[in-house]
């Protein structure tokens, strides 16, 4: 089992930068993949990006490419997401995903074993 906690979310003015924090506690020796997504009211739950946790490779969604970045400390068992440029499009709760079995696919909700409770962002105009 993995557990994963997600933080660092809250109110931001258009423009603004968030940094969100997901700390992986349990067995994370199994993980494989993390990733971001969020879910805005009444949309499904939308693909942010992605982590190969044993190497450096990154995945972006189309909504935020180019204004986020994903990064991890494994020795902390922590991964980040660091957002620039919010608009109030951005604004939804975001989870954090993790992986243990191996996938090509990391944009899918079904390629994700553990999720977190998630995080609100809230981007005013």
């Known amino acids: 089992q993995v557990q994963l906690v997600e933080s660092g979310g809250g109110l931001v003015q258009a423009g603004g930068s968030l940094r969100l924090s997901c700390a992986a506690s349990g067995q994370t020796f199994s993980i494989l993949t993390m990733g971001w997504f969020r879910q805005a009211p009444g949309k499904e739950r939308e693909f942010v990006a992605a982590?190969?946790?044993?190497?450096?490779?990154?995945y972006y969604g189309d909504s935020t490419k180019g204004r986020s970045t994903i990064s991890k400390d494994n020795a902390k068992n922590t991964m980040y997401l660091e957002m620039n440029s919010l608009k109030p499009e951005d604004t939804a709760v975001y989870y954090c995903?993790?992986?243990?079995?191996?996938?090509?696919?990391?944009?899918?909700?079904?390629?994700?074993?553990?999720w977190g409770q998630g995080t609100q962002i809230t981007v005013s105009s």
């Open positions: 995903a993790a992986a243990q079995v191996p996938r090509t696919v990391v944009a899918e909700v079904g390629g994700y074993d553990y």
């Open positions: 982590i190969r946790w044993n190497a450096r490779r990154t």
